[in-house]
């Protein structure tokens, strides 16, 4: 599928957020802004189609998104939201709002572990011959 622009109401949305930071997004942000982790960019609150997830890593395809309290009644929507994503081609991995606060390092080391590549089962990369593709 190919990617979506964001729209012009989701653009308009994320720049609000960006200056709506919740404590634990400024918290993470601090820790992925300005290629810290990995060398990897992250962006905050960008717009992916009608959607806007919390931190997204354009290159590597993974999005960050933290849950608070509200999440709880809104797993249908969060599915919804993580559907669109995927079918983008992003990961996403989610954290609750709690974790970034308490548990920071481990948030780290997992975001770190979702953004280093698993290398193919049989030790080679695909190749498109061979695959049919």
Known sequence: MPP???TPKAYERARALR??????ERK??????NRQLNGVRFRRQHAIGEY?????AIKPKLIVELDGSQHLEQTEYDEERTQHFE???YRVIRFWNNDVEKKMESVILAIIHALT?????????PNSEEHGI
Do not use: E
């Open 117 to 125: 590549p698993t290398p193919p089962i049989n030790g080679r990369p």
């Open 87 to 89: 079918l983008q081609g």
């Open 4 to 6: 979506k622009r964001a």
């Open 52 to 56: 806007i997830p919390d931190f997204v």
């Open 28 to 33: 993470l942000w601090a820790r992925l802004r």
């Open 19 to 24: 200056k709506a930071l919740t404590p634990a």
